[in-house]
């Protein structure tokens, strides 16, 4: 069994995410994806929190098909929120970059990474973030981790535009983005598999973590181009 149930695994998440994502749209203008998104986690942690849901999750009944795959299923709802949320910011994230405004999207993204750390912090000690139950405390960390982290590769990128340099490896990257997420999986499903990982020394978790990236890196840059 996995955090995902007896059946159930990231994979069919991402599918159930995928197909919603494709079907929303011919019914909802995108422009909606955010009040969706925000309304859609809202309603899915009081249903966590005062409905019985994170009780019924969390405890140990693996009677029906539902009850043995009931983590998957039930958070592909947080999983779902973070998808509209994201495709709703990725609209406005492409007007301004395509516009050339990219100090204004740094800007606009490290100010929105800000505001969900702090809302993270505030709310995180009452609720802690759960990947399990996918609840509203963990969507908001993953949009903060997000967006700090495209700022951080913005601020870079404006660094590196100004001086002429280009990134062959970023490139590569955005051409196979499937591809590059299959081949890191593969990687840690081999690791997992071959290594008692739970048991290994720092420096030795360390050393596999950067052998991994530079797989990872090298199987984009040569394979994959």
């Known amino acids: 069994m996995t955090e995902y149930g007896v059946h159930w695994n ?8 995928l197909l919603v994502g ?3 749209p011919k019914l909802v203008h995108v422009e909606r994806f955010g009040f969706i998104g925000v309304f859609l986690l809202v309603i899915y942690q009081m249903a966590l929190r005062f409905g019985g849901l994170q009780e019924y999750i969390e405890n140990d009944q693996r009677q029906s098909l539902l009850d043995k795959n009931k983590e998957g299923v039930f958070s592909c709802i947080g999983y779902l929120a973070i998808n509209l949320l994201a495709t709703r910011m990725g609209v406005g994230i492409k007007k301004l970059y395509f516009k050339n405004e990219k100090m204004k999207l740094r800007n606009y ?3 929105t ?3 969900c750390y702090s809302l993270y912090y505030m709310i995180s000690t009452s609720i802690p973030a759960s990947r399990r139950l996918a609840n509203a405390t963990y969507c908001i960390w993953i949009v903060a981790l997000c967006t700090g982290h495209l700022g951080a590769f913005l601020s870079v990128e404006c660094c590196f535009h100004a001086a002429g340099a280009e990134s062959v490896l970023l490139d590569s990257l955005n051409k196979h983005q499937l591809p590059a997420f299959l081949l890191a999986n593969l990687l840690t499903g081999a690791i997992n598999m071959t290594m008692q990982i739970m048991l290994m020394r720092e420096w030795q978790a360390i050393s596999i973590l950067l052998l991994y990236t530079g797989c990872v890196i090298c199987g984009v840059l040569f394979v994959l181009k």
């Open 10 to 17: 990231f994979f069919l998440t991402i599918a159930v995410v």
């Open 22 to 24: 494709k079907v929303l």
């Open 109 to 111: 993204l490290l100010y």
């Open 113 to 115: 990474s800000f505001l």
